[in-house]
């Protein structure tokens, strides 16, 4: 089974298919701050508030799908209107784990 590593937060072994977001659930971090916590998409992709940094192991991610062009909010403005991810950033609701892999969560305090 891969791993995934929260760089500063933890790891967690999770079948291949599984998602970011479900290994971090498993590892026990918390991929949103403040009121995101509540005011997130739940998992559908549009909200952009589960970004996280791939800083290894990007291969052992599927490809991006339609949903993380699209999805997020710029730095938290209510504008929906945000095209895509940075380069090397994942939804961690969106990106399925394939093989080993390290992320930063990308939490609201920073830039």
Known sequence: ???????????????????????A????????SGF?????CHGLGICGECRVRVLDGDDGLTEPGLREGWAGRPRGKRDVVRRGNAPGE?????????????VRPRLREEP
């Open 1 to 23: 089974m891969p791993t995934v590593t929260f760089e500063g937060h933890g790891a967690a072994e999770v079948p291949v298919g599984a998602t970011i977001k479900q290994a």
């Open 25 to 32: 659930k498993a590892a026990g971090v918390c991929l949103y």
């Open 36 to 40: 995101y916590k509540l005011d997130n």
């Open 90 to 102: 994942r939804l961690a609701c969106q990106a399925l784990v394939l093989r080993d892999v390290v």
